[in-house]
């Protein structure tokens, strides 16, 4: 697959070029290979080529994958990123290492509830709707502030931090807007105490536009494996 090897360099590359032009170091920013749609044989790949983690949106393609990958299971970070139904929470909550799409109370209270002990504390973020966000998932910024400090406070997970999907942008001020409302966001829920290490932000096509604006993890899938065939 060197079309994947390829890709995977340009983008680690577009995001030390983003790190350097924002005055950052490109270590502070985390690559997540957005693999849904993808076969394992792809993720195998990308992680002979250093790639460690790796977003999935959904629960029964992830699972599936994730076992056909057990081997590596020890050198893999599993990231859900997708829209959790209430009833779709426990394979997440045992078998994934973070879920980025928290979107309301009780789906983090049935992370916790269901997070096996054997297992370290779930890494989640709350997933927030910046004005015009395309995904109706997430809450509110006024909503977002009671919400997290009741996550932090639930014993089997740790909030890391925030994420958010933000309507397609042209331009890069146009990009920046909404990145800069949820670090914002973050920083504010800092100062009020919470202890947050994550702004999860930033895609294939507005990478650059997060990095500036503070992301710590990029979730990018097109400009890695390719166009996505959902037909697959
Ligand atoms: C699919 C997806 C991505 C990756 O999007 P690309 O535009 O292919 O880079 C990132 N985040 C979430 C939540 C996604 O569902």
């Not at 590596?72 to 045992?94: C, D, M, Y």
Request: proline content about 5%; overall charge negative; aromatic content about 4%.
């Amino acid at each position: 697959m060197p079309d994947l090897i390829h890709n995977l360099e340009a983008v680690r590359q577009r995001i030390a070029a983003a790190a350097q032009a924002a005055g950052r170091d490109a270590r502070s920013v985390t690559l997540l290979a957005v693999s849904k749609t993808f076969p394992a044989d792809d993720v195998r790949a990308a992680h002979a080529a250093g790639q460690r983690a790796f977003g999935e949106n959904y629960v029964q393609e992830s699972l599936a994958k994730i076992e056909s990958l057990a081997d590596l299971r020890a050198s893999l970070e599993w990231h859900f990123i997708g829209p959790l139904q209430s009833n779709k929470t426990r394979p997440v909550a045992e078998q994934f290492d973070w879920v980025h799409s928290v979107d309301r109370l009780k789906i983090a209270q049935r992370l916790s509830e269901q997070r096996p002990d054997h297992l370290p504390p779930l890494n989640v973020c709350l997933q927030v709707n910046v004005s015009g966000e395309t995904s109706k998932s997430g809450v509110s910024i006024p909503e977002a502030v009671e919400v997290a400090q009741q996550i932090a406070a639930l014993p089997k997970l740790n909030l890391r931090g925030l994420m958010s999907i933000p309507e397609p942008a042209g331009d890069l001020d146009a990009q920046r807007a909404p990145h800069r409302q949820l670090r914002e966001l973050f920083e504010r829920l800092c100062n009020d105490g919470l202890e947050l290490d994550t702004l999860s932000m930033g895609m294939s096509s507005d990478l650059e536009a997060a990095v500036l604006e503070g992301a710590t993890i990029v979730r990018v899938g097109t400009a890695i494996f390719g166009a996505r065939d959902y037909a697959r």
